[in-house]
C-alpha cells in the first residue's frame, strides 16, 4: 500500500515557476513508475510527466517538454515536478500517482495510487 501527498500548487503569473512535491509512504520498488497528472475543469485527465525508478528516466508531455522536470529524491521518498515558463493553459488540479510500469504511461488506469491533488493556477 502506498500512500501520496502532494504540496507546492499556488497562484502564479504567466513566465513564472512553482515545485510540486509529493510524498511516498510505503514501499516505492524499483519495478513501479511514478508520474504528475493534471485535470483542468471540463477536461480529461492528462499525464503530464513520468518517471521510470529502475532506470531514472522521464518521460514528458509535449505540451510541458522544455519546461518541466521530474525528479525524485530517493531518501525522502518524494517527488517533484519543477515547472518554469508557467502558461495559463498550465491552470490545473496537478495529481501525483505511482504504480507498477505498463507500457503506457499516460493512461490514469494504469496507476494503483494517487495523491489528493494540489492546484496550480497561471494568470496572464
Known amino acids: 500500500q502506498v500512500t501520496l501527498v502532494e504540496s507546492g500548487g499556488g497562484s502564479v503569473q504567466a513566465g513564472g515557476s512553482l515545485r510540486l512535491s509529493c510524498v511516498a509512504s510505503?514501499?516505492?520498488?524499483?519495478?513501479?513508475?511514478m508520474a504528475w497528472f493534471r485535470q483542468a475543469p471540463g477536461k480529461e485527465r492528462e499525464g503530464v510527466a513520468v518517471l521510470y525508478i529502475a532506470g531514472n528516466t522521464a518521460i514528458y508531455a509535449d505540451s510541458v517538454k522544455g519546461r518541466f522536470t521530474i525528479s525524485r529524491d530517493n531518501a525522502e521518498n518524494t517527488l517533484f515536478l519543477q515547472m518554469d515558463s508557467l502558461k495559463p493553459e498550465d491552470s490545473a488540479m496537478y495529481y501525483c500517482?505511482?504504480?507498477?510500469?505498463?507500457?503506457?504511461?499516460?493512461?490514469?488506469?494504469?496507476?494503483?495510487?494517487w495523491g489528493q491533488g494540489t492546484q496550480v493556477t497561471v494568470s496572464s
Open positions: 510505503g514501499q516505492i520498488w524499483s519495478s513501479y513508475y
Open positions: 500517482a505511482a504504480g507498477m510500469e505498463r507500457r503506457a504511461w499516460e493512461l490514469p488506469s494504469n496507476y494503483n495510487w
